[in-house]
């Protein structure tokens, strides 16, 4: 069953001077100030979409990666993901970096690698950005 998720932008006049906000749909809590500024130079207080999709990119790796070890018969203990995603005006967005601390107990360097690899090939937000560069740095904890 395919599942439908949504957010939404409520965004007040033009590009350069307006400002919104972005919710999740999904909870009345999650609600993100978002301005031009906040993406082009960063802005304290403030996210952007490039945030929001390293949030998607981060959550969706961990979880590919943590099937594809618990498959292999490595269950991870923990793993702690950062999806840093660049944007450059002008240019848009220009790559996702995944910076990965696992622990993984009884699992061996060649492993660990190639099955990081793989989920990183194939997590479908992974799939959703094979337009841009997607880089890994991976290490056991």
């Known amino acids: 069953m395919a599942i439908t998720s949504e ?3 409520l965004w007040f006049g033009d590009l350069f001077s307006g400002s919104g906000t972005t919710s999740l749909d999904s909870s009345d809590a999650a609600e993100f ?3 031009w ?3 082009s130079e960063g802005e ?4 952007n979409p490039e945030e929001l999709l390293g949030a998607a990119h981060s959550a ?3 979880m590919a990666f943590s099937n594809a070890l618990a498959q292999a018969g490595f269950p991870p203990e923990s793993l ?3 999806a840093a995603v ?3 005006p002008g240019e848009g967005i220009t790559g996702s970096h995944l910076l990965v601390s696992a622990k993984v107990p009884n699992i061996g360097e060649a492993d660990f690698e190639r099955l990081a690899e793989d989920a990183k090939a194939n997590c479908p937000v992974s799939k ?3 337009g841009i560069p997607i880089t890994l740095e991976a290490s056991l904890a």
């Not at 304290?44 to 996210?47: E, H, V």
Request: charged residues 10%; aromatic residues 8%; contains cysteine.
């Open 60 to 62: 969706c790796f961990s």
């Open 33 to 35: 100030p978002v301005t």
């Open 86 to 88: 660049t944007f450059q």
């Open 44 to 47: 304290l207080g403030r996210t």
């Open 80 to 82: 702690q993901v950062t």
């Open 128 to 130: 959703a950005l094979a």
């Open 7 to 9: 957010a939404t932008t």
């Open 37 to 39: 500024k906040a993406r």
